[in-house]
């Protein structure tokens, strides 16, 4: 069955960088979009990017444009969502899932990631 | 782009039946049929319910069901449960950036 599995929680300090991966199985990795959405504490839901993993055509919520970089390695089936200039309110769980015609069945666990001094 | 609309929050008594708006426009849930609800838990990922405006996936309960009049997409859950209670968040394509916007989510309450 699928599967959608996330790396671990990471702490960073403002100004630093924070890249959370995501590797898939149980599909053919290059058929289905993957996107990453946040979601801070007590907050909702807020879409960043996906990446056509065959593509890798790329697009980005304006917000995060310039901070952010979705990747992806065929060979491993991961995908990549890298952010950049971290502040405070970067502090969430990054969720990815996998996009079937607009909506996700599919969800990695998330990571959690907390961006303090 | 900008959150698609929700109530904070609604809330009703076991065995009632409860509605939950989501308000767009033509660039997003006026437009297009790619509307998705999805209900979360605390500390777990999301759970699609609907898709497609009104499909419930394999495994959804007959109890909810989904709609769109116009910009506005509505999520009905009929016959309240206890394990009804909690956050649900709409989601639409958005042709503004070829991408997709969520709701700012609404805590269902069941009293």
Same mark, same amino acid.
């Given at each position: 069955?699928?599967?959608?599995?996330?790396?671990?929680?990471?702490?960073?300090?403002?100004?630093?960088?924070?890249?959370?991966?995501?590797?898939?199985?149980?599909?053919?990795?290059?058929?289905?979009? &993957?996107?990453?959405?946040?979601?801070?504490?007590?907050?909702?839901?807020?879409?960043?990017?996906? &990446?056509?993993?065959?593509?890798?055509?790329? &697009?980005?919520? #304006?917000?995060?444009?310039?901070?952010?970089? &979705?990747?992806?390695?065929?060979?491993?089936?991961?995908?990549?969502?890298?952010?950049?200039?971290?502040?405070?309110?970067?502090?969430?769980?990054?969720?990815?899932?996998?996009?079937?015609?607009?909506?996700?069945?599919?969800?990695? #666990?998330?990571?959690?990631?907390?961006?303090?001094? | 782009?900008?959150?698609?609309?929700?109530?904070?929050? +609604?809330?009703?008594?076991? $065995?009632?039946?409860?509605?939950?708006?989501?308000? $767009?426009?033509?660039?997003? +849930?006026?437009?297009?049929?790619?509307?998705?609800?999805?209900?979360?838990?605390?500390?777990?990922?999301?759970?699609?319910?609907?898709?497609? +405006?009104?499909?419930?996936?394999? $495994?959804?309960?007959?109890?909810?069901?989904?709609?769109?009049?116009?910009?506005?997409?509505?999520?009905?859950?009929?016959?309240?449960?206890?394990?009804?209670?909690?956050?649900?968040?709409?989601?639409?394509?958005?042709?503004?950036?070829?991408?997709?916007?969520?709701? $700012?989510?609404?805590?269902?309450?069941?009293?």
């Amino acid at each position: 069955q699928v599967h959608l599995v996330q790396s671990g929680a990471e702490v960073r300090k403002p100004g630093a960088s924070v890249k959370v991966s995501c590797t898939a199985s149980g599909y053919t990795f290059t058929t289905y979009y &993957i996107h990453w959405v946040r979601q801070a504490p007590g907050q909702g839901l807020e879409w960043m990017g996906m &990446i056509n993993p065959s593509g890798p055509r790329t &697009i980005y919520a #304006q917000k995060f444009q310039g901070r952010v970089t &979705i990747t992806r390695d065929t060979s491993t089936s991961t995908v990549y969502m890298e952010l950049t200039s971290l502040r405070s309110e970067d502090t969430a769980v990054y969720y990815c899932a996998r996009d079937s015609s607009g909506w996700f069945v599919f969800w990695g #666990q998330g990571t959690l990631v907390t961006v303090a001094s | 782009q900008s959150a698609l609309t929700q109530p904070a929050s +609604v809330s009703g008594s076991p $065995g009632q039946s409860t509605t939950i708006s989501c308000a $767009g426009t033509s660039s997003d +849930v006026g437009g297009y049929k790619y509307v998705s609800w999805y209900q979360q838990h605390p500390g777990m990922a999301p759970k699609l319910i609907i898709y497609d +405006v009104n499909n419930r996936p394999p $495994g959804i309960s007959y109890r909810f069901s989904g709609s769109k009049s116009g910009n506005t997409a509505s999520l009905t859950i009929s016959g309240l449960q206890s394990e009804d209670e909690a956050d649900y968040y709409c989601s639409s394509y958005t042709s503004s950036s070829a991408s997709v916007v969520f709701g $700012g989510g609404t805590k269902l309450t069941v009293l």
